[in-house]
Nanobody, 121 residues
Framework: QVQLVESGGGLVQAGGSLRLSCAAS????????MGWYRQGPGKQRELVAS???????NYVDSVKGRFTISRDNAKNTVYLQMNSLKPEDTAVYYC???????????????WGQGTQVTVSS
C-alpha cells in the first residue's frame, strides 16, 4: 500500500510562482524515478518533468528554464518549483513515482490525486 499526496496548487497571476509538493508514504522499500505530469483543459496528459533517484532531471521543452524538479529522498518527497508561470501552464498537475513496495521484487507506478494550477493572464 503506497499513497502519494500532493499540495501547493492554486491560483496565480502570469509571471508568478508556485511550488508543488508530493509526499509518498506507505510500505516503501525505495523509489526510483519520480515525475510531474499535467493535463490542461481539452488536452492530453503530458510529462512535465522527471527526476531519477540519483538526481538526473528532464523537462518538457515548454517549461525548460522556468520549472525545477527536485526531491528529498529521506522524506520520499518530490517538488516542482514553477516560476514565470504562463496561462498555458494551467492544468491539473499529477505526481508519479516508481516505487519498490516493501516485500515485493517489482517496481510499481503510483499516482497522486492531482492538484489544480490556474494561471491568470
Amino acid at each position: 500500500q503506497v499513497q502519494l499526496v500532493e499540495s501547493g496548487g492554486g491560483l496565480v497571476q502570469a509571471g508568478g510562482s508556485l511550488r508543488l509538493s508530493c509526499a509518498a508514504s506507505g510500505r516503501i522499500f525505495g523509489i526510483n524515478a519520480m515525475g510531474w505530469y499535467r493535463q490542461g483543459p481539452g488536452k492530453q496528459r503530458e510529462l512535465v518533468a522527471s527526476i531519477t533517484s540519483g538526481g538526473s532531471t528532464n523537462y518538457v521543452d515548454s517549461v525548460k528554464g522556468r520549472f525545477t524538479i527536485s526531491r528529498d529522498n529521506a522524506k520520499n518527497t518530490v517538488y516542482l518549483q514553477m516560476n514565470s508561470l504562463k496561462p498555458e501552464d494551467t492544468a491539473v498537475y499529477y505526481c508519479n513515482a516508481d516505487v519498490v513496495v516493501a516485500g515485493s521484487l517489482y517496481r510499481q507506478s503510483y499516482w497522486g490525486q492531482g492538484t489544480q494550477v490556474t494561471v491568470s493572464s
